[in-house]
Every structure is written in C-alpha cells, then in structure tokens.
C-alpha cells in the first residue's frame, strides 16, 4: 500500500497563529481523512473530505483537496496549546476499504 | 459518537509468552475491525482486516501465524500475539466501522504492549 507523505515533519508555532500541514499521496482516491493523536493516545477523527469536494471547514479546521496534485491540506486556525498532536492523513483508495496513514506531523502549540 | 475500546491499556510480559488483545466496539455493530501497529514517532501500519465470522485478511509481511485475530462477533476482536518477542513490542491500536459506514474508522485508544 502507498503511504502518503505529510508535511512538515514537525511543527512548532505559539498559540493564535494558524497550522498548515499537508499532505500528499500517490493512488486515486474515495476520500481522504485527516486523524489527531495524542502522545501514546488513540486516534480521533477530524475531518473527512471525498474525492469530489474541493474544501471543508469544521470549526478552527479548514481542509483542501486538490485530486489534480494528490494533495491535501489541514489549516488549525488560532492554535491553542491543546491542540498539541500529532496529525495523520489516511487515504481511502477506490475500490478499497482500508485506511493507508501518512506519516504524520508533529504540532507543537507554545503558550 | 461510536466508542471502541481496548483492553488491556498496556501489558508488559516476558520473551515467549503469549498476549491477548481485545477490541469491542461499544454503542455499534461493527461488520469489519483493523488492526494497526505503531512503533514510536512513527506512522500506523495496517495489520490486518477483520470481518466477523470469517478469517481475517493479513498484509503484506505481517505473519499470520504470530498475530491471531479472531472477530467472533460484531462487537469484539481479539490479537493475540503469539510467543512474543522483544521486537513485537509496540503500540497496537484497533479500529472499527460501523455497518452502515462508508469508509470512516472509529479507532481504540491502542494498547502499549512491552515483551522483556
């Protein structure tokens, strides 16, 4: 399975200013979800874009899709120190049911 | 929201021994579950694919033989890691989707398993 590629590896901003990672990947895609996880956490899901929408918002995140370039974006909108995690990509492929991850990027908040 | 669980949280056990992992999903019926393992800083990797009733559907290089999985029903999936070694040791998480779900996973809070 192809493994998306997020970027920056690691992140670190003080709080209010915005986050912007990205994402990219290789294969055709039914949607592609965004994921937070706490250190030595779970996973929660943010955030689920199909492969037909351009932009999705939920309330501080804002995510792009542009299918032409494989590539997504997660925008946090004044960032606050809990939203320190790390943020994974997952892709669904066509035709597939499984999640293929990304190998995240590590956002650290100051206060 | 759908909750899953795991169970244990960590365990820590010696070289050779074998370790049983639980995944229930708690307010859904979950047809399929996954199994992902993440070692530190790094990303998850799927293991397996779970569908209850029958057998379960293994990557590429994960050996079927050390990582049993049985989903026997639509709430519960269990890993047992087979005499595990101190390179099994690991962070393994499940997932699971509901039975009406598209693609979206509900994921465990993962299991710290550490083999001495």
């Known amino acids: 399975s192809q493994q998306g590629e997020e970027d920056p590896q690691a992140l670190s901003i003080q709080e209010g200013e915005n986050a912007t990672m990205n994402c990219s990947y290789k294969?055709?895609?039914?949607?592609l979800q965004w994921y937070r996880q706490n250190s030595g956490r779970g996973l929660v899901h943010l955030i689920l874009?199909?492969?037909?929408?351009r932009e999705k918002h939920s309330g501080r995140l804002r995510v792009t899709l542009d299918t032409s370039k494989k590539s997504s974006s997660l925008l946090i909108t004044a960032s606050r120190a809990a939203d320190t995690a790390s943020y994974f990509c997952?892709?669904?492929?066509?035709?597939?049911?499984?999640?293929?991850f990304g190998k995240g990027t590590m956002l650290l908040v100051s206060p | 929201g759908a909750v899953v669980s795991q169970h244990p949280s960590w365990v820590i056990c010696k070289s050779g021994t074998s370790v049983k992992i639980e995944c229930r999903s708690l307010d859904f019926q979950a047809t399929t579950m996954f199994w992902y393992r993440q070692f530190p800083k790094q990303s998850l990797m799927l293991m397996a694919t779970?569908?209850?009733?029958?057998?379960?559907?293994?990557e590429q290089g994960v050996e079927k033989d050390k990582f049993l999985i049985n989903h026997a029903s639509l709430t519960l999936s269990t890993l047992t890691v087979t005499s595990a070694h101190p390179e099994d040791s690991s962070f393994y998480i499940c997932?699971?989707?509901?039975?009406?779900?598209?693609?979206?996973?509900?994921f465990g809070p993962g299991t710290r398993l550490t083999v001495l």
């Open positions: 779970s569908n209850e009733g029958s057998k379960a559907t293994y």
């Open positions: 294969t055709s895609i039914n949607n």
């Open positions: 874009i199909r492969s037909n929408e």
């Open positions: 997952a892709t669904a492929e066509s035709g597939y049911s499984t999640l293929t």
């Open positions: 997932s699971a989707r509901d039975r009406g779900g598209i693609n979206e996973q509900f």
